[in-house]
Antibody, heavy 122, light 106 residues
Framework: EVQLVESGGGLVQPGGSLRLSCAAS????????MSWVRQAPGKGLEWVSA????????YYADSVKGRFTISRDNSKNTLYLQMNSLRAEDTAVYYC???????????????WGQGTMVTVSS | EIVLTQSPATLSLSPGERATLSCRAS??????LAWYQQKPGQAPRLLIY???NRATGIPARFSGSGSGTDFTLTISSLEPEDFAVYYC????????FGGGTKVEIK
């Protein structure tokens, strides 16, 4: 069964840091691009960051550029999101999502994790 | 940034009725549009990709159409499990989601 399981969420103070993890199973993890998508409480979906299968290419939304870093360890089938300088507006459920092998424009996120909640508050 | 505008914000229908959801892009996205369904407390689920292709395991009552700037998701006959929020998403230029349409029981 193809599965993504996020972890690492929690309560953090403004300006603090947190690292999210996403453990993948049931598919050849290194062959697929991956993304992080977040959803603030009661709001819609917002794409955050993406990474190629090899990890050699990374992409960020303007709202997190310079503060968040996406990475992956293909030997551990795990995706990461390092979040620094956190702000109240970063409060959201963070989902990891499986993309296609080369993330073409006509592809979509076919598998999502259950999400992990990040709360930024003093 | 390409903005996706979904309408209506809320659609109140009864089981068995036809649902028609709209997604309009601020500029052409060709056919590079996907639709997702999200139920409370759950992750989104992919329904349609590339405007009109059903994802694996998605029932035939779900169909997508459109190209350029105007897209439609149609649910031919609502089942009880279809009441949820639906999001469109483009990746023609960057990657953005629409604000969602909630399909609620009338």
């Amino acid at each position: 069964e193809v599965q993504l399981v996020e972890s690492g969420g929690g309560l953090v103070q403004p300006g603090g840091s947190l690292r999210l993890s996403c453990a993948a199973s049931g598919f050849t993890f290194s062959s697929y691009a991956m993304s992080w998508v977040r959803q603030a409480p009661g709001k819609g979906l917002e794409w955050v960051s993406a990474i190629s299968g090899s990890g050699g290419s990374t992409y960020y939304a303007d709202s997190v550029k310079g503060r968040f870093t996406i990475s992956r360890d293909n030997s551990k089938n795990t995706l990461y999101l390092q979040m620094n300088s956190l702000r109240a507006e970063d409060t959201a459920v963070y989902y990891c999502a499986k993309d296609s092998p080369v993330a073409r424009p006509n592809d979509a996120f076919d598998i999502w994790g259950q999400g992990t909640m990040v709360t930024v508050s003093s | 940034e390409i903005v996706l505008t979904q309408s209506p914000a809320t659609l109140s229908l009864s089981p068995g009725e036809r649902a028609t959801l709209s997604c309009r892009a601020s500029q052409s996205v060709s056919s590079y549009l996907a639709w997702y369904q999200q139920k409370p407390g759950q992750a989104p689920r992919l329904l349609i990709y590339d405007a009109s292709n059903r994802a694996t395991g998605i029932p035939a009552r779900f169909s997508g159409s459109g190209s350029g700037t105007d897209f439609t998701l149609t649910i031919s006959s609502l089942e009880p499990e279809d009441f949820a929020v639906y999001y469109c998403q483009q990746r023609s230029k960057g990657l953005t989601f629409g604000g969602g349409t909630k399909v609620e029981i009338k």
